[in-house]
């Protein structure tokens, strides 16, 4: 098995960021034809936001607080997406970016997807693995602020504010429904 690279756990802060774009636009990924080998995290954050402004320090913010004392992990924004409605081609402008694999990675995997009785994870009708929300989660203000730095959107006109929540099913939606009234 290949050798990772040794690095601290995460800090409180770290955790609640990754926790926040957990339930937003981030994922945990593992390679499905190496089931053995650890995981690594993804975000991917649109480039602009509803008003047209670049995102670019957000991301940028992300990366800053995930870098750890180490050289090694470098994580990076990387490919544009487009999607296109009149040629039906993507051209989605978002950037993203990878962490190495590791396994605080992996353990962070095991909690944010369901798994079967036998460990094996639960997959969708098109074979991605079914994100949950751990019952565990701590919703802090700052996992608050970045679940919807991603995913929410205020109406300023009646001065509402709503959080995206479609890939959770309605269990773990009522979880987080608490979550926030706490």
Known sequence: MKKYIDLP?????Q????????????????NKKRPNQNWSFVKGQS????RDVDKISYI???LDTLQFHSSSIKP?????????FTLKKPEYHAYVYRTHAHPIWT??????????????????EIGRIIKIVPRDLK??????CVWFMDDGFNYPKDGNAHIETQGFSVEDVECLILRLKE
Not at 9 to 13: M, N, Q
Not at 47 to 50: A, E, I, Q, T, V
Not at 76 to 84: D, I, P, S
């Open 139 to 144: 919703l802090t203000p700052l996992t608050a």
């Open 15 to 30: 955790l609640e960021l990754v926790n926040g774009s957990m339930l937003g636009d981030a994922s945990l990924h593992r």
């Open 107 to 124: 353990a962070l995997g095991k909690k944010w997807y369901a798994q079967n009785k036998d460990g094996s994870f639960v997959e969708n």
């Open 47 to 50: 480039k602009l936001d509803s």
């Open 76 to 84: 990076k924004v990387y490919k544009t997406y487009q999607y296109n």
């Open 9 to 13: 756990p995460l800090t409180d802060k």
């Open 60 to 62: 940028q913010w992300h």
